[in-house]
């Protein structure tokens, strides 16, 4: 099946700094969603990217469809950004999504 | 904006036990999901509903589990047997016809 992988792991930020998270993919796609999971395990949707550059406040996304990866910037972090960050890939069928493993992210004041 | 739910938020049941985790999809979507996630791990597919019948499982998704939508509205996992490992967080998705999918905020399953 399609392998998804998510770099960094970790991530620690002071309050302000500027990021990129990246996700690879093995094969075509026709879905790649971003998630925010928050301290109370909720998933929260950030972007539907599976190509293109979207922009949502500080934070934005780029899907290179053709060389199989995607980026999440987040800029100018707050404390409040702090949490896991998946990215999670469809393919045809029953477009089960397939997750990554995670960037969890760490913002200190 | 139209949302997922999900019942109950936290669910504590005793090894053995049957237990029902309940989902109202979006109401216009078609396809569904169970997604679940042991704590600290990625989440992973366990089953995708369309039409009325399951159309994908995964390895997880054994005999012990089984999915419905008794009506027009809920869609319900039950476990018919908890065992320790089933501990974890479940999340139900429904899907609309962008591919983009739509989670509900996951019920805790906590099996002592």
């Known amino acids: 099946g399609i392998q998804v992988e998510q770099s960094p792991p970790d991530l620690i930020l002071q309050e302000g700094a500027n990021s990129t998270l990246r996700c690879n993919f093995s094969?075509?796609?026709?879905?790649l969603q971003w998630f925010h999971q928050n301290p109370w395990g909720q998933l929260i949707n950030l972007f539907y990217i599976p190509s293109g550059t979207k922009q949502n406040g500080r934070l934005s996304a780029t899907t290179v469809a053709t060389e199989r990866y995607s980026l999440l910037y987040i800029s100018s972090s707050q404390t409040t950004d702090s949490g896991v960050y998946f990215c999670?890939?469809?393919?045809?069928?029953?477009?089960?999504?397939?997750f990554g493993k995670g960037t969890k992210l760490t913002v200190n004041p | 904006e139209p949302e997922v739910t999900q019942t109950p938020s936290h669910q504590v049941t005793q090894m053995g036990q049957e237990v029902i985790l309940r989902c109202v999809p979006i109401?216009?979507?078609?396809?569904f999901y169970w997604y679940r996630q042991i704590l600290g791990q990625k989440v992973e597919f366990l089953v995708s509903f369309y039409n009325n019948e399951i159309s994908e499982k995964s390895e997880i998704f054994d005999d012990q589990f089984s999915v419905e939508r008794p009506d027009g509205s809920n869609f319900t996992l039950k476990i018919r047997s908890t065992k320790l490992e089933d501990s974890a967080m479940y999340f139900c998705a429904s899907l609309d016809n962008s591919y983009e999918q739509y989670f509900g905020p996951g019920t805790r399953l906590t099996v002592t």
């Open positions: 109401s216009n979507h078609l396809y």
């Open positions: 999670a890939v469809s393919q045809g069928g029953s477009e089960k999504l397939v």
């Open positions: 094969d075509s796609v026709n879905n």
